[in-house]
């Protein structure tokens, strides 16, 4: 899979690290970064696209072998990208 555009600097927050097995984080920023938004809806999933062009937030959920819900965020400036739990935001 090719990244459609850079992460910045990655991390995680605890929750998040608590939930995930250890081969999971890399498996789903590749996924955000491939443009494989997951499980959001189809405003959110229009609003990455647009955002790919327009250089804002891109935001990707998907659920954790776990059954958990998390989100990779990477803020506008793809500075930095962050796995979380959507409680913790």
Do not use: C, Q
């Amino acid at each position: 899979m090719m990244a459609l555009f850079p992460l910045g600097k990655t991390v995680a927050t605890t929750g998040a690290l608590e939930v995930l097995s250890p081969e999971e984080p890399l498996v789903l920023l590749r996924r955000h970064a491939s443009g494989d938004w997951g499980e959001v809806d189809t405003h959110d999933r229009r609003a990455n696209d647009k955002a790919l062009k327009d250089g804002t937030r891109l935001l990707s959920a998907y659920v954790s072998v776990s059954g958990e819900r998390i989100w990779i965020i990477t803020e506008a400036d793809r500075s930095s990208t962050t796995i979380i739990l959507p409680e913790e935001y």
